[in-house]
């Protein structure tokens, strides 16, 4: 739910409101509107495309925004193959070095938040 709280945010802040005695304003404000639900439509249709791959996405729908350490899975002839790359932003590329020069790149996906236990109430650790 927070990132439907960030969307909602990002696009109130870009978006004008209606000044009242200020007709414009009223056009523009209907503009952002449908601005808005086409924006807000496009993040939610990615997000449960996402959801619906386990959370891989296609290189060729897009690659990461920023870079860092991403599992990839790359292709090795017939067989596909899960490892770790570090994407190079700056060059628009994985950096698999040490791996095999032949694997292509077929899918990412950003890495999984680490292990955090359910802490109880009682810190005597009972």
Same mark, same amino acid.
């Given at each position: 739910m927070q990132e439907l709280e960030n969307i909602l945010e990002e696009i109130e802040a870009e978006h004008p409101y209606k000044v009242p005695g200020n007709y414009?304003?009223?056009? *523009?404000?209907?503009?952002?509107?449908?601005?808005?639900?086409?924006r807000v439509r496009a993040r939610l249709e990615n997000f449960f495309k996402e959801k619906e791959n386990d959370g891989w996405i296609s290189v060729e729908e897009r690659l990461p925004e920023e870079g860092g350490t991403y599992i990839i899975t790359v292709k090795d002839g017939e067989r596909e193959i899960i490892s770790f790359a570090?994407? *190079?932003?700056?060059?628009?590329?994985?950096?698999?070095?040490?791996?095999?020069?032949?694997?292509?790149?077929?899918?990412?996906?950003?890495?999984?938040?680490?292990?955090h236990p359910e802490r109880s109430d009682n810190h005597d650790g009972e």
């Open positions: 414009d304003s009223y056009s *523009q404000y209907n503009e952002a509107w449908q601005d808005a639900i086409d570090k994407w *190079q932003n700056r060059y628009k590329h994985f950096d698999m070095t040490g791996k095999r020069a032949y694997w292509r790149v077929i899918a990412w996906r950003p890495l999984p938040e680490p292990y």
